[in-house]
């Protein structure tokens, strides 16, 4: 279903490879989102970027001329409204550290599906930061680094030991085999607090368990 009149967010998709911009494209335009540019390297981002002051830059990191990191950082003096997703591939998260300086709001690995990266933007055109699962660790130890680690919040209150427990296993990115395990308890239990715990907390997904848990200070750099 197309989102309405009201969340039709401007859009700049910045990704060396042709297929995999017009991809994205031809996706986020089927979820609602206006596309108002293409660009192949970082210094076409960055001028489309000042040109047009889209909502959202989403930008490759590994990219000729300027890497995504650097673009985010030149789009944040250019224009910035304009909130930065980093989309990679990589394997390493070396980056994340340096990305977050320069402004970066959103992580999202490649491999995932479309939905992701929607809600990804959604979240930080809300003014919201957006973690993939797999740079939580990454994000948390940049966090602290720079002397803003989180601390609990009421929300994390109304979690009960074990339910922070799982709900910090899962962020890791433990399956429910492994947590269970981990635990000595049945993997129908871990089950019933992860559920639990996204209840209280009015989570959907295991990226807004990730989010919650860097945001919390629930995982350990």
Same mark, same amino acid.
């Given at each position: ?26 996706l986020?335009?089927?979820?609602? #989102? ?6 192949? +390297? ?16 989403? =930008? +490759? ?11 985010? @950082? ?12 980093? =989309? ?19 992580f ?26 797999? #740079? ?21 209150a ?33 089950? #019933? ?5 996204? @209840?209280? =907390? +009015?989570l ?6 990730? @989010? ?10």
């Amino acid at each position: 279903m197309l989102a309405g009149r009201e969340e039709r967010r401007r859009v700049l998709l910045a990704d060396d490879h042709a297929v995999m911009r017009q991809g994205l494209r031809a996706l986020l335009e089927r979820h609602g #989102f206006a596309v108002v540019a293409e660009a192949a +390297d970082g210094p076409a981002a960055i001028a489309a970027a000042r040109a047009l002051r889209p909502d959202v830059a989403v =930008l +490759d990191v590994a990219m000729p001329g300027l890497s995504g990191v650097e673009a985010a @950082r030149e789009i944040a003096a250019a224009a910035p409204a304009t909130r930065v997703i980093l =989309l990679t591939a990589l394997a390493g998260t070396d980056f994340v550290s340096p990305a977050l300086r320069a402004g970066v709001r959103g992580f999202v690995m490649k491999l995932q599906g479309i939905e992701e990266l929607v809600r990804a933007i959604r979240e930080v055109v809300a003014g919201g930061m957006y973690v993939s699962p797999g #740079f939580s660790r990454a994000v948390l130890a940049a966090v602290h680094a720079h002397g803003g680690a989180p601390g609990p919040s009421a929300r994390s209150a109304t979690l009960s030991a074990r339910e922070r427990e799982v709900v910090r296993l899962v962020a890791e990115g433990h399956s429910t085999k492994q947590i269970a395990a981990r635990l000595g308890i049945s993997a129908k239990t871990v089950e #019933f607090h992860r559920g639990r715990a996204m @209840r209280k =907390l +009015d989570l959907h997904d295991t990226a807004g368990l990730v @989010r919650f848990a860097v945001r919390e200070g629930l995982i350990t750099p």
